[in-house]
């Protein structure tokens, strides 16, 4: 039983140890100069204005969602593609059907302009 674990197991413990090492040597190696213009807000380059609480479009956070919900139907190919042997034909048609599904949810939002920012 713990012999179909470990190769996960090794791999889980190669990538902890991996993040470790990385952060830690940035923070060893890493410049650490402190100052005003350091703690200022930064956004790729542009500087800051305004406030922070100016609202967003509805359609913002709508495309968000859907992107994470795309995300995550995608995981579900994953085990898929690991049992695709074992699953034969009728696993191969199910996922058709699974993947035709989230193509006709992703056209349907695309038709309604769910993906489109009206300025």
């Known amino acids: 039983m713990f012999s ?4 996960l197991l090794l791999l889980f413990g190669a990538v902890m140890l991996f993040v ?23 956004e790729c380059g542009i ?4 406030d922070a609480r100016t609202p967003f ?11 994470v ?3 995550v139907e995608v995981i579900f190919l994953y ?3 690991v049992e695709f042997k074992q699953l034969g034909w ?4 199910e996922v058709c059907l699974f993947s035709i599904m989230v193509c006709l949810g992703f056209f349907y939002l695309y038709r309604h ?4 920012f009206k300025k």
């Open 79 to 81: 085990p898929w593609a």
């Open 69 to 71: 919900l795309f995300d």
């Open 20 to 42: 470790v090492a990385t952060m830690g040597l940035t923070h060893l190696l890493g410049p650490k100069r402190a100052g005003t213009q350091k703690h200022e807000a930064f």
């Open 90 to 93: 009728t696993g191969f048609l």
């Open 57 to 67: 479009s509805v359609q913002y956070f709508v495309v968000a969602i859907l992107f």
């Open 4 to 7: 179909v674990y470990f190769p």
């Open 47 to 50: 500087p800051s204005q305004g």
């Open 113 to 116: 302009r769910l993906f489109t």
